[in-house]
């Protein structure tokens, strides 16, 4: 029954040319926005590559100068992007592209593309392949069964199949397979086209975990659409007039894919929000010259590291010690520094899980959310990706800050500050490698949101079960 | 005529479901209008702050070296007030745009304008400006009252209209009303016109009170401009209630009146926005940033190599501004290797931010042009310029800004240069930042064209309801 009533669905959608047309529009949609996407993504990565190697040319290149005017001339590193970001950009237009990695301070991402570029900030975020099908797909799906079972009551064809004996539950179950399977022909063309094109764009050592990735994602947005089909359906097996019925489903649409994400992104901005860069450097500044924990600020941690180091050699001034003081002093400055943002960057993070989490509560109402935020973790263009990327980067800003201090250590004499370094000292410093990190990694951090969208699936389901009992004719 | 729209205006606020929907606009709107508020009032708290900060930094300044110059202190080895290496150089003295007429309207998800910067003698090419926010809270824009007036209101609008004559049709009583000596086309344009009055009266209201809030002290300036967006809001959802009279003329039913709406919705708020600006964005690509730091680092790399030759050829050119106090090493680099060498950095440079500054500008023309195929695309880019989000008032900005670097450099340049000692005369003459606003006649050109983008289609539509609405059958 159930089979014959899904079957009977499904040749109702290919009949219907206003569904066929809506699905080619999506599909046409999806297909401009995926090569525009390809466009995109090669254009970046070339001018990234590019980027990355010209910025190393210019540390080797830069001269010869005092090692800690190196540290700050610093190095300029560039996020590398996975292949599905050409079907998912996720926060490309609004992070930023570039960290410069500089002596003392950590980087922070600067060259947002959206300040240059009025073209990415003036729609409603309808760019990218996956957008279209989370946006379009589930106004689409909300349409479908909006309208599915109220017309059949509206021509009386309800009534006659309620009273041949059918099960209400068979026969909804049967339309929601049937429209499934008719919705499922996008998503699996678009899961297809977006799977083969990242794999092909994709390093060989990525080609698998890119699969993998693009295979939850595809799954994550099924979820979705699967669940606001049953929403739509529900909705019609409750309403009592296909006007109706298409308010409550574009009701449903408006709040959860226009309203919400802007409500979710102010709500996180207002309730927990994030200091400015000057708030921040301030209370680093104030932490780094005052201390913390009953230890004293710089200067008194500066004074004591004379007296030690004047004791360490039996010398009464530090132009006497045999090795670069300065070079020692940077040291402990950065060492200090390190600790004081440590603390800093804690506190920032705690800011920004806060704000996951405001979003994450928000998700629950607006599974649009939860599916945005797990695609753009499998496309590796969320905020956790972005995160792990300065992190690496700040390991390594650390560590080429000491290899500066080392060389002034060893370069100078007493309490002595200049000399130069040159091109053989730059060339020591070895190039930053970032590995992106694995599927698991990424699942993990989205897991909160997978499980969102899960609840969704099934909450919408009984919805519909329920929905099915009340079905009247 | 006016019995019938007073007729049409006691049906509407007499159904519950118009005026829940009108309560919810305005929640909404007063929410967009509440963070318009709170974000403008946090910018000009951190811009007032600024300021007094640097009247009062510069005035700790002038009265330690009174105190100095009296032999009431001894002088420390740093925060000297006297020595231009340590009390001027790096001084970053704030400066602020003029505001915008209505940025309450809207908080943009991309401010092209800085709305503070901090100028000093050393260049303002290497500033990034960057953030710590979560992009995450960007990727969907602010909830501000431009996303209400732009994207919900012509929502509202489509849900409000849609029925106006295909319910009538559907329940079959479109005969009926026919009947009664009006015409369909009079009835149904008289039921928009109730739902035109309405939205504006909630989003307009909303817009105006935040407007009220937020330049009560300007009233003169804002008031004219938000007469202007009144004007374009207006245009706006004249089209989008145009637009479902046209459907209406034709549609059999209510569902298949409200599909089409929603589609028109889609295509010229969500695709056409989107198709315009891959199109431009291939037309008049935006200026490439990675490309601008390579520059900057080139030039600044370059420099470093010729740091003794560009030392030199600076003093060669300046006699008079050879040091004549002889600081320690780490002291004299700051003078006679960093300022000419940044001197030579902005020559350099300064061409190259312009041409970025101008790729911003022409991405923003086409699309003020391209808008005339999208409203709502139009609404927006008019907003935000009203808002203060224009590139072109960027670039009136850092023009002013410039200028006033070049007199603060200029005030200063002798004494650092020479590492000459400052007088309180230095300080009491030092030059202050006069802000300049743009040109009005290039302004109101542009905000000319997005009306008459907004107008165009407004004309047609009507054009179209016309047409539809006389020809409407009752069946």
Avoid at chain 1, 114 to 124: A, I, K, R
Avoid at chain 2, 135 to 143: C, I, M
């Amino acid at each position: 029954m159930i089979g014959a009533v899904a079957r009977r669905e499904l040749l109702l959608q290919f009949r219907d040319g206003r569904l066929v047309l809506a699905g080619g529009v999506l599909l046409a949609a999806m297909a401009a926005a995926a090569l525009a996407g390809w466009t995109q993504f090669d254009r970046a990565e070339r001018e990234r590559a590019h980027f990355v190697a010209a910025a190393r040319s210019q540390w080797l290149n830069q001269g010869e100068r005092h090692p800690h005017r190196a540290a700050h001339f610093g190095a300029y590193v560039a996020k590398p992007e996975l292949s599905l970001a050409l079907f998912e950009p996720g926060l490309r237009p609004f992070a930023g592209q570039t960290l410069w990695l500089e002596a003392h301070d950590r980087p922070v991402f600067a060259n947002i593309p959206s300040e240059d570029d009025l073209t990415l900030s003036t729609g409603l975020g309808v760019a990218s392949g996956s957008a279209i099908l989370q946006i379009l797909g589930g106004l689409l799906a909300l349409a479908m069964g909006a309208l599915s079972i109220v017309r059949e009551r509206e021509t009386g064809v309800l009534r006659q199949v309620l009273a041949q004996g059918v099960s209400p539950r068979a026969w909804v179950t049967g339309k929601f397979i049937g429209l499934a399977a008719a919705l499922a022909m996008p998503v699996i063309a678009s899961g297809l086209l977006a799977t083969a094109g990242a794999a092909i764009a994709s390093a060989p050592a990525q080609r698998f975990d890119v699969v993998l990735r693009a295979a939850v994602l595809i799954a994550a947005d099924a979820l979705l659409l699967g669940a606001l089909l049953a929403v739509g359906l529900a909705i019609s097996a409750l309403a009592r007039s296909s006007r109706a019925a298409l308010m409550a489903a574009l009701a449903v649409w408006v709040g959860g894919f226009v309203l919400a994400p802007r409500a979710a992104a102010t709500m996180s901005e207002q309730l927990a929000p994030t200091p400015t860069m000057e708030a921040y450097r301030k209370a680093s500044s104030a932490e780094f010259s005052e201390g913390f924990d009953a230890r004293g600020g710089y200067d008194a941690q500066l004074k004591a590291l004379e007296a030690s180091t004047l004791r360490q050699f039996g010398v009464q001034r530090l132009e006497d010690v045999r090795t670069g003081f300065s070079g020692l002093r940077m040291k402990h400055m950065d060492a200090w520094s390190t600790e004081v943002d440590d603390r800093q960057y804690a506190r920032l993070v705690q800011v920004y899980e806060r704000q996951s989490a405001i979003r994450l509560a928000l998700a629950s109402a607006a599974p649009f959310i939860a599916a945005r935020s797990v695609s753009q973790g499998m496309a590796g263009m969320d905020w956790a990706h972005y995160r792990d990327f300065l992190e690496k980067a700040e390991a390594y800003r650390r560590a080429f800050g000491r290899q500066m201090n080392t060389l002034l250590q060893n370069g100078v004499r007493g309490d002595r500050w200049e000399m130069d370094g040159d091109r053989d000292d730059w060339a020591k410093v070895a190039a930053f490698q970032y590995r992106m990190p694995g599927v698991g990694w990424a699942i993990t951090r989205q897991a909160p949101f997978l499980l969102v969208l899960a609840a969704w699936a099934l909450a919408a389901a009984a919805l519909l079960a329920l929905a099915a009992t009340r079905l009247k004719p | 005529m006016i019995g019938l729209w007073r007729q049409e205006w006691h049906l509407f606020v007499k159904a519950r479901a118009n005026v829940g929907l009108l309560a919810v606009l305005l929640v909404l709107s007063a929410l967009g209008a509440w963070n318009g508020i709170e974000r403008l009032a946090a910018e000009r708290s951190a811009a007032v702050a600024a300021l007094a900060d640097d009247v009062s930094s510069f005035a700790a300044k002038r009265e330690k070296l009174v105190q100095l110059e009296a032999g009431k202190i001894v002088e420390g080895r740093f925060g000297s007030p006297r020595k231009p290496q340590q009390a001027v150089l790096s001084a970053g003295r704030p400066v602020t745009p003029p505001p915008a007429e209505l940025g309450v309207l809207s908080s943009a998800e991309a401010r092209p304008t800085p709305e503070l910067l901090r100028i000093s003698i050393l260049t303002r090419h290497k500033d990034q400006q960057p953030t710590l926010d979560d992009p995450s809270n960007r990727l969907d824009g602010p909830f501000d009252l431009a996303f209400v007036a732009t994207w919900l209101g012509p929502l509202f609008a489509l849900i409000l209209g849609y029925d106006v004559l295909a319910r009538d049709r559907e329940q079959g009583v479109a005969a009926l009303l026919a009947s009664q000596g009006r015409s369909l086309a009079a009835i149904a344009f008289a039921r928009l016109g109730v739902r035109f009055a309405a939205l504006m009266i909630v989003i307009g209201g909303v817009a105006f009170g935040a407007a009220i809030v937020t330049e009560s002290g300007r009233l003169a300036v804002a008031l004219p401009a938000f007469a202007v967006w009144l004007l374009a809001l207006g245009l706006s959802l004249g089209f989008w209630l145009a637009l479902t009279a046209v459907i209406n003329g034709r549609a059999k039913n209510a569902a298949a009146a409200s599909l089409a709406v929603l589609g028109v919705w889609i295509g010229l708020s969500m695709f056409m926005p989107a198709l315009i600006g891959s199109v431009v964005n291939t037309l008049a690509p935006p200026p490439d940033r990675l490309q601008g730091v390579l520059k900057l680092r080139s030039v600044e790399s370059d420099l470093n190599r010729r740091r003794r030759e560009v030392t030199a050829a600076y003093y060669s050119a300046y006699p008079a501004n050879r040091p004549i106090v002889q600081g320690d090493e780490y002291e004299h680099y700051f003078v006679t290797e960093l300022y000419p060498r940044t001197l030579a950095f902005d020559r350099a440079v300064t061409p190259f931010a312009a041409q970025m500054d101008a790729a911003r500008v022409r991405q923003a023309e086409l699309m003020r042009a391209a808008s005339f195929l999208s409203p709502s695309l139009a609404f927006k880019l008019l907003t935000e310029d009203l808002a203060g989000a224009a590139p072109e008032r960027r670039v009136a900005f850092l023009t002013s800004v410039d200028d006033y670097q070049a007199r603060w450099r200029g005030h200063f340049d002798h004494k650092l240069a020479s590492m000459t000692w400052l007088t309180v005369a230095d300080y009491d003459h030092k030059p202050e930042f006069k802000r300049a606003a743009e040109r009005a006649a290039a302004r109101w050109a542009r905000i000319s064209l997005l009306m008459a983008a907004l107008c165009a289609p407004l004309l047609i539509a009507l054009a179209g309801a016309w047409r539809a609405l006389s020809r409407a059958a009752p069946t």
